[in-house]
């Protein structure tokens, strides 16, 4: 097993962060790619990551950050310079001698996608596969996280307020995926070349998951169907940028027309262990639902 420090960019994200701490749980050397030192950087510090400080859209500071690096996890946030970040990576990392990169990308990524950042993963899956570097590409469905983001608790019950029909999708949570991402870096030799869907283990409409929330946390829980244009509106209020707001209302049709539905077995193939159910996250993080959302008392 190479001795070179493993990259993990978008390091104090949910998953970045679950990514570094599975590799140094498996023992070894990780180097953590953060915008800025502060709490979060310094926790990744004390559990024995190597902190680099810099931007995607910087090259020097991407070519300094893969400095004999071999294997790498590259994530990119729902902002425009997705392609441009790419195009950097891909080509710092074949004057580096990056072997393999595990590429976040998402489901609705495709050509003819509306979403402009769901095109920009498209093509930026593209450039890593004409790069001379082994790519991975994972296509998570929606996060279980979006559920304590999206949710809204007043008066003591809880509402989820999204423009996804009678959908449905199998969530998946951040520390599932972080699974798949530390064990390919760990062995990538069976899947450079690859393309993954990630899913949880089981599809539901937010019907479902509302009334599975309500069992779990022990309060009233509702889906509310609004329209996309509703959906913009509460985003824009809450000061979310253009390009993010965009990508929603595409992926929501999207949904609506059953882009994001399915499940499979990939996770426990490649982990060798089950996913979480819905059920187990929100038990798990029963916190994040009290006093989470756009609006709470």
Do not use: C
Request: net charge negative.
């Amino acid at each position: 097993m190479s001795d070179n420090p493993i990259l993990v960019t978008g390091a104090t994200g949910k998953t970045g962060a679950q990514v570094v701490g599975d590799l140094l749980d498996r023992g070894l050397r990780v180097r953590a790619m953060v915008h800025r030192e502060d709490d979060r950087s310094a926790w990744l510090s004390k559990q024995g990551a190597e902190i680099v400080t810099g931007d995607l859209l910087d090259l020097d500071a991407v070519a300094h950050a893969l400095d004999d690096v071999r294997r790498a996890y590259f994530v990119y946030p729902i902002l425009p310079g997705l392609v441009e970040a790419t195009t950097i990576f891909a080509q710092t990392g074949a004057e580096s001698g990056l072997e393999v990169v595990v590429n976040m990308s998402q489901t609705p990524a495709r050509r003819e996608a509306a979403s402009k950042a769901a095109r920009q993963h498209w093509l930026g899956e593209r450039v890593f596969d004409w790069a001379p570097v082994g790519a991975v590409h994972l296509r998570p469905t929606f996060f279980a996280e979006w559920l304590p983001i999206n949710w809204q608790f007043i008066d003591g019950s809880g509402v989820l307020r999204l423009p996804f029909g009678d959908g449905r999708h199998a969530p998946i949570a951040a520390a599932d995926q972080a699974r798949v991402i530390s064990t390919i870096l760990t062995d990538p030799a069976d899947h450079i070349g690859r393309s993954y869907s990630l899913f949880g283990p089981v599809e539901l409409n937010h019907h479902e998951i509302a009334e599975i929330m309500s069992e779990t946390l022990g309060i009233p829980v509702r889906y509310e169907p609004i329209t996309t244009e509703a959906y913009a509106d509460t985003l824009r209020k809450a000061g979310s940028p253009e390009h993010l707001i965009q990508h929603l209302e595409s992926v929501a049709i999207d949904y609506r027309n059953g882009l994001l539905a399915g499940t499979d077995d990939v996770i426990e193939k490649i982990t060798g262990k089950r996913p979480q159910t819905v059920e187990q996250y929100v038990r798990t993080n029963r916190d994040l639902f009290f006093g989470a959302g756009p609006e709470h008392d």
